[in-house]
Nanobody, 129 residues
């Protein structure tokens, strides 16, 4: 099974920066979209989309990002990164990494099934004013 491990969270003051990392491990023949989501206190039932990078490097960001975050990946290391600048107290959340949309998709390989999705355990980001 593929597993994800996030790191890089911490506590910073408003205006500061953090770089989150997501490491993928486990046997697979597929590549995946890698995305970041966040969950804020009091909203345990929903996760907010932050950013995604697909298998050819196309990126998208949530509307609240407004140019402050940059997602990147290193396929050779099976890593994804989220550089977060100009952090605000409203960015305080648990940040999760996710992989899905395997390429090439296959119904004969579990990790390449079209619906295959894996979440990491999350890394906490706290921004103080």
């Amino acid at each position: 099974l593929v597993q994800l491990a996030e790191s890089g969270g911490g506590s910073v003051q408003a205006g500061g920066s953090l770089r989150l990392s997501c490491e993928s491990s486990g046997p697979t023949f597929c590549f995946y979209d890698m995305s970041w989501w966040r969950q804020t206190p009091g909203k345990e039932q929903e996760r907010e989309f932050v950013s995604v990078i697909d298998t050819v490097g196309v990126t998208r960001y949530g509307g609240f990002v407004k140019g402050r975050f940059t997602i990147s990946q290193d396929n050779s290391k099976k890593m994804a990164y989220l550089q977060m600048n100009s952090l605000e107290p409203g960015d305080t959340a648990m940040y999760y990494c996710k992989i899905d949309r395997p390429r090439p998709a296959s119904y004969s390989a579990y990790e390449c099934h079209p619906n295959y999705t894996v979440w990491g355990q999350g890394t906490q980001v706290t921004v103080s004013s």
